[in-house]
């Protein structure tokens, strides 16, 4: 159904991730590498730090610290109170991480985070999509430094998030419009099947809520000319990648996000007028309110769940 939006800018374009602390704050990261600190009532958002990349994911860490996917830099703790930065990850194997993306934080302390390409930097994310690399990786962080790849082949790796028991860590698949559920507990450990597919539009940032649900950013809705390209051969997908972008298939305006049991059952499924906001790539279930995070605007948005 279609619920209220409330617009809350921020000074910089792009958020394309948001995080809800304990106390309320929302954090956002934006293009120029600003990370923001944004009080839910009044809105007013006061810088916190830079990382001198492009952020992505925001979780937080054991240590009260800023978790940052930088799509640049790789995977980067902050202190919000200094600013100060600290690399965590930058490389896998001695291969540079390309396209660190979103990650999720478990009670151990393990991370486990998305580098969606291989190939492709975010500034050519398009040619990713449409070559369809299957490039992507899921990656987990113990925490004495040790890195390990636990998923690859993933057709472009994005959201990150860790059930309410973390019997499971989800990343979706933004080509294929899945999400993969990878068990770490219970008969199934170490098996990989789908929390969900056949989503009406292509994944992006994915969140465990307060509600203990599994939220999905639906940046776009499903396209059929992406779809027919997606299904043409190798060869013809790449020139399809080459032309400009503004003739290649384009992201259609929407603001839609969804919320999964731990049975993939679609709890939630909440769209609003996408005039003045679009391009939803964060979401952030908390206490009943759903944040919204977008890679075009410079703002972050609010849906009350009650509208739901």
Not at 41 to 61: D, K, V, W
Not at 173 to 196: F, H, I, M, S
Not at 206 to 234: F, K, Q, Y
């Amino acid at each position: 159904m279609t619920a209220r939006l409330r617009i809350v800018p921020v000074p910089s374009h792009g958020t394309e991730d948001v995080l809800v602390a304990d106390d309320g704050t929302v954090y956002t990261g934006t293009a120029d590498g600003n990370l923001y600190a944004v009080e839910p009532t009044s809105g007013q958002a006061r810088l916190i730090g830079n990382t001198g990349g492009r952020p992505l994911g925001l979780e937080l860490l054991p240590d009260g610290r800023l978790l940052v996917c930088d799509a640049h830099h790789g995977l980067l703790a902050v202190d919000a109170a200094t600013g100060e930065l600290e690399t965590l990850v930058d490389a896998v194997h001695g291969r540079p991480l390309v396209f660190c993306n979103n990650a999720a934080v478990a009670t151990n302390g393990d991370i486990w985070f998305s580098d969606s390409s291989t190939r492709f930097g975010i500034e050519h994310w398009r040619k990713d999509f449409l070559q369809n690399t299957r490039t992507g990786q899921l990656i987990r962080r113990t925490p004495d430094g040790a890195v390990e790849i636990v998923l690859d082949d993933l057709a472009f790796s994005n959201g990150v998030a860790l059930a309410a028991d973390e019997s499971y860590v989800a990343v979706a698949e933004t080509v294929t419009r899945t999400v993969v559920r990878y068990w770490l507990t219970g008969p199934k450990a170490g098996q990989r099947d789908l929390l969900c597919e056949d989503l009406p539009g292509y994944p992006d940032n994915i969140a465990r809520g307060s509600d203990g649900l599994i939220w999905v950013a639906l940046p776009s809705v499903l396209d059929p000319i992406g779809e027919r390209v997606l299904r043409m051969p190798r060869g013809v997908r790449k020139l399809v990648s080459a032309i400009p972008p503004g003739l290649q298939p384009q992201v259609k305006r929407a603001v839609r996000v969804m919320a999964f049991d731990d049975d993939g059952r679609c709890v939630h499924d909440l769209s609003a007028d996408a005039t003045d906001f679009h391009m939803v790539t964060g979401v952030r279930e908390h206490g009943g309110q759903v944040w919204l995070g977008s890679l075009e605007e410079p703002a972050v948005a609010v849906i009350p769940l009650a509208a739901d």
